[in-house]
């Protein structure tokens, strides 16, 4: 560049009058010129020195988070609820990817059995919710658990936000396994509604005990209940229209119990 | 003052109580509790974080009932419990950013500032970087503290900052400590009797569940002036054998014994031990 500033120019840039391309080549030749740099360090108002100082501080130790926690932003999730759910153990992609590993190879393992492929797997995909919600959230999950229970930020509103991230982050595997291995019908669907019945009654239950007990004693209940009704031959009887009509009665009568009693999560 | 507490009740299941009528003011400066294992300090400083809510008796922090106005306390409250856990995974500023977003500093910018300020004033700012699990136990008990400074807290509760800690950094940490107590209440819980003289402006002494003595570190050493002293036999309330050869025992002095001047953890003991005597006879 061949022009240098004069005091005029110096000034204004320094009380944030000029146009931003003019303040961006004015910032470019700053970075190369000390002289002009010299001219401006005695008009640049403290406070704007500082705030610049503070971005800059901002931009080199800001750290960059974790995959997770990028992903989520990318989807438009705001920082701090990434940096609040990227803090439960069954949110990070290792497990989400184990979750749905396992679905994966209980699918093509029981494929080659007739009928058999579909009742495992419908059996199995709640469970996967089932048990990253009840890590999510609790003092045996959470390391930081009981700084978390002296602050201020709503522990029901955290329990409540990671839940819905295990259910997204693990349907959505659960879903494409299902319809790409098993066929098109939506019985291939029948999970979703056991799956929200489960993971809301462990919610409702670990009021009491310990989340990652009530996701266990759940989902023994439900393998119960599917191997009773499987004793003999395949058979899809937990999933029959009055089966699904229950599981939605469980997940509503679960959700207003949740809301009723939110207060007794802090 | 910002902690009074009186006749405070806390039982644990139907198994005896943990705190039994405890009563104690706390203000500006470094509060020591002391108080053998299984005394209810730590039960204490749960009730104070209101992370617990105590079955009897009646508390105000900060001027405010915590049963009805809990999360103004908690805006203004800063705790680092007993058996702290970290996400190990998070860097130091990932840790205690996550933490001041439990507290509430929604602002992106000026939360940033905030967790660069205390790990700042915690002597971290080299590591801020790093993952937790590879730091050390003294300067991942750093974090904890630097997590409890985060929005300035008026009330800030530390549950045995210093156990395990080699002496230099118990040093750095009582130089730390010093300095939070300048300008607000700092309610500390430990072991080190030496911590209590060197740092505190009062202690408080529980013993199961109650307070067994209140003032300050001078008052509590001149409760043993007088029955502290060194002999060749062993005699008194407790006595042990020096490394001169001489016991050093508390209590009350035979005749003839040479009198020596108390600390305060002579003071401690024969608090300690006198109850335990009254409980037996
Ligand atoms: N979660 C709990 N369930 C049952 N009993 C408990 C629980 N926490 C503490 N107690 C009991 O309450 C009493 C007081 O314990 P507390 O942890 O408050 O003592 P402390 O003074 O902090 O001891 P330490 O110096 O060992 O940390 C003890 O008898 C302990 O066994
Ligand atoms: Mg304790
Ligand atoms: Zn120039």
Redo the contacts with the bound molecule.
């Keep these: 560049m061949t022009w240098h500033m004069d005091g005029g120019l110096a000034t204004r840039y320094a009380d944030g009058d000029l146009d931003a391309t003019l303040a961006a080549s004015v910032e470019a030749h700053l970075l190369a010129c000390a002289r002009c740099r010299g001219l401006l360090a005695p008009q640049a108002p403290r406070a704007r020195l500082d705030r610049l100082w503070d971005e800059i501080a901002e931009a080199v130790d800001s750290p960059v988070p974790g995959p997770f926690e990028r992903l989520l932003r990318l989807v438009g999730v705001r920082d701090h609820t990434a940096r609040l759910l990227g803090a439960a153990y069954s949110l990070h992609l290792s497990w989400i990817s184990a979750g749905a590993l396992a679905l994966l190879f209980a699918v093509l393992a029981a494929r080659e059995t007739t009928g058999w492929g579909l009742v495992g797997f419908l059996a199995l995909a709640p469970i996967v919710p089932v048990a990253g919600v009840g890590l999510a959230y609790g003092r045996g999950a959470d390391p930081a658990y009981e700084i978390g229970l002296a602050a201020p930020y709503s522990a029901f509103k955290v329990v409540l936000m990671r839940a819905a991230a295990v259910l997204v982050t693990s349907a959505l595997p659960a879903l494409v396994i299902g319809f790409a291995l098993l066929g098109q019908s939506w019985t291939v669907a029948a999970w979703l509604l056991p799956a929200l019945a489960l993971t809301s009654l462990s919610l409702v239950l670990s009021r009491w005990f310990e989340p990652a007990h009530c996701a266990l004693a759940v989902s023994i209940l439900w393998l119960a209940g599917i191997a009773g009704t499987n004793l003999r031959e395949p058979s899809l009887a937990m999933f029959s229209t009055v089966g699904q009509l229950g599981y939605l009665t469980i997940t509503v009568v679960s959700g207003v119990l949740l809301v009723a009693r939110r207060k007794e999560f802090s | 003052m910002s902690v009074v507490v009186e006749g405070l009740t806390k039982a644990?299941?139907r198994?005896?109580h943990?705190?039994d009528g405890l009563s104690f003011t706390a203000g500006v400066g470094v509060n020591g509790l002391l108080?053998?294992?299984?005394?209810?300090?730590?039960?204490?400083?749960?009730l104070l974080a209101t992370v617990l809510t105590p079955d009897g008796g009646t508390m105000r922090l900060l001027g405010r009932d915590p049963a009805t106005e809990r999360s103004a306390i908690r805006r203004r409250l800063g705790y680092l419990p007993?058996e702290p856990g970290y996400h190990r995974g998070f860097t130091v500023f990932e840790f205690v950013d996550y933490v001041a977003i439990l507290k509430e500093m929604a602002d992106r910018r000026a939360r940033h500032d905030e967790v660069r300020r205390v790990i700042d004033a915690v002597g971290l700012a080299d590591v801020s970087g790093k993952k937790i699990r590879a730091l050390s136990g003294g300067m991942r008990r750093r974090v904890g503290i630097a997590q409890a400074l985060l929005g300035e807290p008026e009330l800030v509760l530390l549950?045995?900052p210093t156990a395990g800690l080699d002496p230099e950094e118990r040093l750095r940490f009582r130089e730390l400590i010093s300095r939070i107590g300048e300008n607000r209440t700092v309610i500390l819980?430990t072991?080190q009797i030496e911590d209590v003289a060197a740092l505190c402006a009062r202690v408080v002494v529980?013993k199961d569940?109650r307070s067994a003595f209140e003032g300050t570190p001078k008052e509590l050493r001149a409760l043993a002036k007088g029955r502290t002293w060194l002999w060749e036999k062993k005699a008194g309330l407790l006595s042990w054998r020096t490394g001169e050869g001489v016991f050093r025992s508390i209590g009350d002095p035979p005749e003839g014994a040479r009198l020596v001047e108390p600390t305060i953890e002579d003071a401690y003991l024969l608090l300690l031990g006198e109850g335990a005597l009254a409980a037996a006879g």
């Design positions: 644990y299941g198994r005896g943990a705190l108080g053998p294992n299984g005394a209810g300090k730590t039960t204490l400083i749960r007993q549950d045995e819980s072991h529980l569940g």
